[in-house]
């Protein structure tokens, strides 16, 4: 199975302002790396395209999806389109595309899930990951949300056993409120304690859909391997899904601001190796990852993983003037990135203690799930 890149040009040049936390280039730099790198031939690239407002109605609310196209129209919204929507406030601002963007990001996630309905594959789309949209409101910095809108394009196709892995620094929490309660949705989300939206905690089930692990800060590369094969593998394996759809958050790497997580990008690119070898329909989206230089270069290893790839030692000219070429106007930095950033793809390993907390909290999800799969 040849994996299949969905990507587009709208992420190069759009930004939700000059402040936000979104203002960084993602989507553009994974891709740019990933061509300088020789591993994106024209064959497995597809261009995304946009969602129309009908489609969105599958799970967005009509009235939320008006609003959002009238607010890329208008510039603006008014107080009780604020109110009711949550769009135009300092997280969800109204910026150039703000239908446009989360739109196309939709419309590829969209996509994805009818390329794998269809059959056998895997489709790479790391503009979707949007998990915290919710069906009428925008939230997070999300404004539509793509993981969801991909698993009911999964329904269409006549798939309905679906496992959704969520390894972002945030939880799931829109996600949550689409499949709460289905029994044929497998949810498993390892996030940061006590981290915005404060959801998702070891006691949550979502109605018996859902495994969430929230772990404390500083989680090294070797916890993350004991979740990944004491609790994440086997679940998913016993779950038997007809297709795996996982979200691949950037933002759990020590370097984002976003979270006091400790990993190195090995820690995500592993995780996507072992639930890719339990699935022959895979779906791996992007997500959070607030450094410029850290996200590119981790979506661009995990489509080097999908591929089975060899990630060089160091990066050739090309690749390391793509790195060389960003910037991170406005962030408050104490020193400048590590040469590292610049000259190479995969992170020094950052291994540590498995901590008995952590144990403790994986023993609790592992008797659910004997309970929530069998």
């Given amino acids: 199975m040849t994996p299949l890149f969905i990507g587009a040009e709208i992420y190069r040049n759009s930004t939700y302002g000059g402040w936000h936390p979104l203002r960084i280039p993602r989507v553009s730099t994974a891709m740019d790396l990933s061509r300088a790198l020789g591993w994106l031939p024209r064959g497995q690239y597809r261009v995304s395209p946009r969602a129309k407002p009908a489609a969105l109605h599958i799970w967005h609310d009509p009235a939320y999806v008006a609003a959002l196209v009238q607010a890329e129209a208008d510039g603006t919204v008014s107080d009780a389109v604020r109110a009711r929507h949550n769009l135009g406030t300092p997280s969800n601002p109204v910026f150039g595309e703000v239908f446009r963007r989360p739109a196309t990001a939709a419309g590829g996630s969209m996509l994805a899930g009818a ?11 790391p503009a979707g990951g949007t998990h915290h949209g919710l069906p009428d409101r ?3 910095f999300c404004y539509l949300n793509d993981p969801v809108l991909a698993m009911l394009s999964l329904r269409q196709a006549g798939l309905r056993r679906i496992a959704y892995v969520d390894i972002d620094a945030h939880h799931c929490d829109g996600v949550a409120v689409a499949f709460r309660g289905d029994p044929d949705v497998l949810m498993i989300s390892v996030h940061e304690e006590k981290r915005w939206p404060f959801t998702g905690g070891l006691e ?4 018996g859909s859902a495994l969430n692990l929230p772990v404390p800060r500083g989680l090294n590369d070797a916890e993350m391997a004991f979740i990944r094969d004491a609790l994440i593998v086997p ?18 790497v020590e370097e984002d ?16 190796s072992a639930l890719g070898a339990l699935t022959d329909r895979y779906l791996v989206l992007g997500g959070g ?13 995990v489509w080097a993983t999908l591929n089975a790839l060899e990630i060089p030692e160091r990066l050739p000219p090309e690749a390391e003037a793509v790195q060389r070429g960003l910037s991170w106007a406005g962030a408050k930095m104490t020193r400048m990135p590590e040469p590292a950033l610049f000259t190479t793809l995969r992170d020094a390993p950052r291994p540590g203690p498995v901590r008995d907390m952590l144990r403790a909290r994986v023993a609790v999800l592992q008797a659910r799930s004997a309970v929530l799969v069998g």
């Fill in 138 to 140: 925008a939230n997070g």
């Fill in 235 to 252: 679940a998913v394996a016993a779950f038997a899904p007809e297709a795996i759809v996982l979200q691949c958050g950037a933002d759990a």
């Fill in 204 to 207: 949550e089930t979502e109605g």
């Fill in 289 to 301: 990852g607030y450094n410029p230089w850290t996200v590119g270069r981790l979506w661009a290893g």
């Fill in 115 to 125: 390329i794998l309905g269809a059959g056998p594959g895997v489709v790479y789309h």
């Fill in 257 to 272: 601001p976003l979270s006091r997580l400790a990993l190195s990008n090995n820690a995500h690119w592993a995780v996507v």
